[in-house]
């Protein structure tokens, strides 16, 4: 298959142009420099001449400050650019796999939800996110919106400015002798690798729809951090964080865990537990600099 890549440079991007192209198929791996998602000339002309079997948008303005103070523009890439997407790729008769987030959701339903739930994003970024959902599902029939959370993979997050969770967990354990971490706000802490795996299986599979896609169980960010440092033997003071030490601010969902529900009723879900993801993603980075 050709496959057009948006974000190839970006945290998931890089992972999904990787499991693409070792698959054997052809990826056009398109980066903000080749094309401008707000623009709809400028999808147009990237993917026109790209002529792909499927596109994959992972291009986001996902800053959740900045959306907050810039909604015009958090709606022109967010929710704009996911339309010019779709109705290009309605055009050119190729599948669209857009990628959404847990932020659509508020945080009160304190069990993991599903497809099914009721949508009702607390800020900016998160409503930019749900309006680019519904564009898509209502212009390109051929599309799998793929909602995932908390994600971390080998290439830094551009967003987010460098370190995933991960490594800035072990870069802080390095310089300081006691860490603090918030023990309020729960997710699934998803590897990027298996992000991308899981949209192979979803590219192959024509089964249309809205999906949830993340590991499996859920953490605090503490218990996160916790598990971090269990499974690498860092030795640091970590403790839970005090309610209302580290305001939030801009308002964001306390749970934001998501249920892959649709994945496993078509025997597609490929996610593992999360500490499971953890421990391949540390062996994986161990094995790169050794
Ligand atoms: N990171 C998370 O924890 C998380 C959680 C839930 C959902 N998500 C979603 O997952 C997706 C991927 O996130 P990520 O962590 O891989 O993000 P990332 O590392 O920040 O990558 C985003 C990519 O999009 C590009 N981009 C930004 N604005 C663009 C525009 N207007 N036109 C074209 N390209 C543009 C960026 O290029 P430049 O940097 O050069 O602008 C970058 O390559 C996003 O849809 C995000 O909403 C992320």
């Known amino acids: 298959m050709k496959v057009a890549v948006l974000g190839a440079n970006g945290q998931l991007g890089h992972d999904v142009a990787s499991v693409f192209a070792a698959e054997g198929n052809t990826v056009s791996a398109l980066t903000h420099e080749h094309v401008e998602a707000a623009s709809l000339e400028s999808v147009q002309a990237a993917l ?6 499927l596109v994959i948008n ?30 290009v790729t309605e055009r050119l008769r190729a599948p669209l796999i857009h990628i959404s987030t847990d932020y659509v959701f508020n945080g009160a339903k304190n069990s993991p939800y599903t497809e099914e739930d009721q949508p009702l994003p607390l800020n900016v970024y998160g409503n930019s996110k749900l309006s680019g959902e519904y564009f898509v599902r209502s212009i390109n029939p051929r599309h799998y919106v793929v909602r995932v959370s908390a994600i971390y993979g080998e290439n830094p997050c551009r967003a987010k400015g460098g370190l995933n969770f991960v490594e800035l967990m072990l870069k802080l354990s390095r310089e300081r002798e006691e860490l603090r971490v918030v023990d309020d706000e729960f997710v699934t802490p998803t590897p990027t690798l298996q992000v991308a795996q899981q949209l192979l299986e979803l590219g192959r599979s024509q089964e249309y729809g809205l999906y949830h896609a993340t590991a499996e169980g859920q953490c605090s960010w503490y218990e ?45 879900n490929v996610f593992t537990a999360w500490q499971e993801g953890l421990s391949r993603y540390l062996a994986q980075r161990q094995a790169a600099v050794a």
């Open 58 to 87: 992972t291009a986001a303005f996902h800053h959740v400050e900045k959306c907050e103070s810039d909604p015009a523009l958090a709606f022109a890439v967010n929710a704009s650019g996911a339309r010019n997407l779709a109705q």
């Open 224 to 268: 996160f951090a916790a598990a971090i440092f269990d499974m690498t033997g860092t030795r640091v003071r970590l403790e839970r964080a005090r309610p209302g030490e580290f305001p939030a601010k801009v308002p964001r969902p306390k749970y934001s865990v998501l249920e892959n529900q649709e994945l496993k009723r078509r025997s597609m």
């Open 48 to 53: 026109q001449g790209v002529r792909p079997d």
